[in-house]
């Protein structure tokens, strides 16, 4: 192992594991150097290299890793309410910040997920007749993460990386572990192409009558509940006997179940009449809207919920003179449409489309707390603490005349709140039709051609909005990178790697079998690292030494990610975010 290679792990674990954007001191040293002792035994190595035997040479290389593992010293811990950047983001340039309602200023317990699991099962049975053997499922918070994708051709669910791989050992069909090879089989590899991940951009022509083929669950936490049914055995079992078609309306009754409870109302009046059981309590959200009004900043909260429900709950955390905080409240947004520059619920004719000026829009309407209209007119401005349904962000821009370079946005998952994905379908009478996420043909028109691409919208790159993700699960991912046998663990799996990369070949039977032992400690060192976040699928964040897939659409999106929207009180009003460099493959280390 080269010198320049050892005295740069101590800075790559280092800064692997550091707070990358919080007023304390940076975690860490700047790279301390090997130490002297070590640092000659293994010049000793490589200068009487030709005198060892190959076995020899590698057991020494071995120790002298060993040596090094307990040698560097340990990371600090990373504060679990830590705010980190991927975009730089100058906080005192800010005029204006922005808020979703669900999972970013209100968060919600377990029973809550249980409680759409329970009623999403109850409608299948009752409604849909299907199997009441259904009703004993019992709901596991713990067996799924955000981020996976499930496969409705096949019934697996799987994690997919930042390139679109499927990693290894993640792959399930209920709760039983799909074996490696089958996985392949189905896939002739491990590679997804872009074409089936919804959220991806279309790279194939295809008719519109054919379904997605893939669901992504890291939408929200909706989204999650319905990937937890698909893990039932009891369900998985009935798809097994259904021919493809047949597997699409589970998965659609699935989501149109899941649909009902939101949409019906059933679900806010469950919150509404019992918030101390749904709702976590959280004092700081008060003191941060307290902290921003106090340093004239314009506070908005754009949601698609009613708004009697966001009242209610705005009521019980924050307290009954809540709106006094914003200076726009919007409910019943319908986003992610919301986003594009008009948002209109009518399908958009040709001329529209290529020619902005005659476009149709919402107008922003007030209403009352219980969502009654006050007015049936448009407003042509604003009133601080008023409630308004409707309306679209284009709208938004000319009524506040807010700098929208100026504007940070809070969502529970950016990619989801901001990123619109829409494509343009041409049947042979030349109407446009917009689709998003599912494929709804209209009667007695089956051959629609994919014709362009997806096009992503999202406010960031179209208005220059700077983004913020709340990601909860950050919380507790943090925890657990914090021990000290996570970070002994991952230090030993960073030395082994570079020992791995300088050392590839033996030319001897007992150095291959040295060199075989080694790939063996990484794998059992890989799994201990995900295993450590959960059992079955790992880190939301990571797949193994790669991003998964859902951090790759973090990063794409989000100016930056924290675990709770009150994280921002430890951040100074002007504050500058920095991202930390990091090399690039080709960089010298």
Request: charged residues 20%; proline residues 4%.
């Given at each position: 192992?080269?010198?320049?290679?050892?005295?740069?792990?101590?800075?790559?674990?280092?800064?692997?594991?550091?707070?990358?954007?919080?007023?304390?001191?940076?975690?860490?040293?700047?790279?301390?150097?090997?130490?002297?002792?070590?640092?000659?035994?293994?010049?000793?190595?490589?200068?009487?290299?030709?005198?060892?035997?190959?076995?020899?040479?590698?057991?020494?290389?071995?120790?002298?890793?060993?040596?090094?593992?307990?040698?560097?010293?340990?990371?600090?811990?990373?504060?679990?309410?830590?705010?980190?950047?991927?975009?730089?983001?100058?906080?005192?340039?800010?005029?204006?910040?922005?808020?979703?309602?669900?999972?970013?200023?209100?968060?919600?317990?377990?029973?809550?997920?249980?409680?759409?699991?329970?009623?999403?099962?109850?409608?299948?049975?009752?409604?849909?007749?299907?199997?009441?053997?259904?009703?004993?499922?019992?709901?596991?918070?713990?067996?799924?993460?955000?981020?996976?994708?499930?496969?409705?051709?096949?019934?697996?669910?799987?994690?997919?990386?930042?390139?679109?791989?499927?990693?290894?050992?993640?792959?399930?069909?209920?709760?039983?572990?799909?074996?490696?090879?089958?996985?392949?089989s189905n896939y002739n590899g491990l590679y997804i192409p872009s074409a089936l991940l919804r959220g991806s951009?279309?790279?194939?022509?295809?008719?519109?009558?054919?379904?997605?083929?893939?669901?992504?669950?890291?939408?929200?936490?909706?989204?999650?509940?319905?990937?937890?049914?698909?893990?039932?055995?009891?369900?998985?079992?009935?798809?097994?006997?259904?021919?493809?078609?047949?597997?699409?309306?589970?998965?659609?009754?699935?989501?149109?179940?899941?649909?009902?409870?939101?949409?019906?109302?059933?679900?806010?009046?469950?919150?509404?009449?019992?918030?101390?059981?749904?709702?976590?309590?959280?004092?700081?959200?008060?003191?941060?809207?307290?902290?921003?009004?106090?340093?004239?900043?314009?506070?908005?909260?754009?949601?698609?919920?009613?708004?009697?429900?966001?009242?209610?709950?705005?009521?019980?955390?924050?307290?009954?003179?809540?709106?006094?905080?914003?200076?726009?409240?919007?409910?019943?947004?319908?986003?992610?449409?919301?986003?594009?520059?008009?948002?209109?619920?009518?399908?958009?004719?040709?001329?529209?489309?290529?020619?902005?000026?005659?476009?149709?829009?919402?107008?922003?309407?007030?209403?009352?707390?219980?969502?009654?209209?006050?007015?049936?007119?448009?407003?042509?401005?604003?009133?601080?603490?008023?409630?308004?349904?409707?309306?679209?962000?284009?709208?938004?821009?000319?009524?506040?005349?807010?700098?929208?370079?100026?504007?940070?946005?809070?969502?529970?998952?950016?990619?989801?709140?901001?990123?619109?994905?829409?494509?343009?379908?041409?049947?042979?009478?030349?109407?446009?039709?917009?689709?998003?996420?599912?494929?709804?043909?209209?009667?007695?028109?089956?051959?629609?051609?994919?014709?362009?691409?997806?096009?992503?919208?999202?406010?960031?790159?179209q208005w220059g909005w700077a983004t913020a993700a709340v990601i909860p699960e950050l919380e507790k991912e943090?925890?657990?990178?914090?021990?000290?046998?996570?970070?002994?663990?991952?230090?030993?799996?960073?030395?082994?790697?570079?020992?791995?990369?300088?050392?590839?070949?033996?030319?001897?039977?007992?150095?291959?079998?040295?060199?075989?032992?080694?790939?063996?400690?990484?794998?059992?060192?890989?799994?201990?690292?995900?295993?450590?976040?959960?059992p079955h699928f790992g880190s939301v964040f990571r797949s193994f030494h790669k991003y998964s897939y859902f951090?790759?659409?973090?990063?794409?999106?989000?100016?930056?990610?924290?675990?709770?929207?009150?994280?921002?009180?430890?951040?100074?009003?002007?504050?500058?975010?920095?991202?930390?460099?990091?090399?690039?493959?080709?960089?010298?280390?």
């Open positions: 192992m080269s010198k320049n290679i050892l005295q740069c792990i101590g800075r790559f674990y280092q800064q692997s594991c550091r707070c990358l954007c919080k007023i304390t001191p940076h975690f860490g040293h700047q790279g301390s150097s090997l130490p002297e002792c070590l640092r000659q035994k293994n010049e000793v190595v490589e200068q009487e290299k030709s005198r060892l035997t190959e076995a020899e040479y590698f057991r020494r290389k071995y120790a002298n890793m060993e040596e090094l593992a307990k040698t560097l010293p340990a990371a600090q811990p990373v504060e679990t309410d830590a705010v980190f950047v991927n975009k730089e983001v100058r906080l005192g340039e800010l005029d204006v910040y922005g808020f979703d309602y669900d999972y970013t200023l209100v968060n919600y317990t377990n029973a809550l997920a249980e409680f759409i699991f329970q009623e999403t099962i109850g409608l299948l049975v009752w409604k849909w007749k299907y199997p009441q053997e259904l009703l004993s499922v019992k709901y596991d918070p713990n067996f799924l993460i955000r981020g996976l994708h499930y496969d409705i051709k096949t019934g697996f669910i799987m994690k997919v990386d930042a390139f679109k791989n499927i990693q290894s050992g993640t792959v399930y069909k209920g709760l039983r572990p799909v074996p490696y090879e089958v996985v392949q951009v279309h790279t194939k022509v295809r008719l519109a009558h054919q379904r997605p083929e893939f669901v992504q669950s890291n939408a929200d936490f909706s989204n999650l509940n319905q990937i937890c049914l698909f893990q039932d055995h009891k369900i998985t079992q009935m798809m097994d006997f259904f021919d493809l078609p047949a597997s699409y309306a589970v998965c659609s009754a699935i989501e149109n179940a899941v649909h009902t409870i939101h949409e019906s109302g059933l679900l806010h009046r469950t919150i509404i009449k019992h918030p101390e059981l749904y709702i976590k309590p959280n004092p700081l959200l008060r003191e941060l809207l307290i902290h921003l009004a106090s340093y004239g900043k314009s506070l908005f909260l754009i949601s698609n919920s009613g708004a009697s429900f966001i009242n209610e709950g705005m009521n019980y955390v924050v307290g009954r003179d809540w709106r006094k905080f914003f200076d726009v409240i919007i409910v019943g947004a319908n986003k992610p449409d919301f986003f594009r520059s008009n948002s209109s619920k009518r399908p958009c004719c040709f001329s529209t489309l290529f020619n902005p000026a005659i476009s149709d829009f919402r107008p922003f309407r007030a209403v009352d707390e219980n969502g009654a209209f006050l007015s049936w007119e448009g407003v042509s401005k604003f009133e601080s603490g008023q409630l308004y349904l409707g309306g679209s962000l284009d709208l938004l821009k000319q009524l506040t005349k807010w700098q929208l370079q100026r504007v940070l946005y809070f969502g529970d998952h950016v990619y989801s709140d901001l990123a619109v994905s829409c494509g343009i379908l041409f049947p042979s009478s030349f109407t446009i039709i917009f689709f998003k996420s599912w494929m709804h043909v209209q009667k007695g028109v089956l051959k629609f051609i994919w014709f362009v691409p997806h096009w992503h919208l999202d406010a960031s790159n943090l925890t657990l990178i914090n021990t000290s046998k996570y970070q002994d663990n991952l230090r030993r799996l960073i030395l082994l790697e570079e020992l791995l990369i300088e050392n590839q070949y033996a030319v001897t039977a007992v150095g291959q079998s040295i060199l075989a032992s080694w790939r063996r400690e990484r794998d059992t060192l890989r799994q201990f690292s995900k295993s450590g976040f959960n951090a790759q659409r973090l990063g794409l999106y989000a100016s930056m990610y924290t675990s709770s929207v009150t994280n921002l009180l430890h951040l100074p009003i002007n504050h500058v975010c920095y991202p930390r460099r990091t090399l690039l493959p080709h960089e010298p280390r």
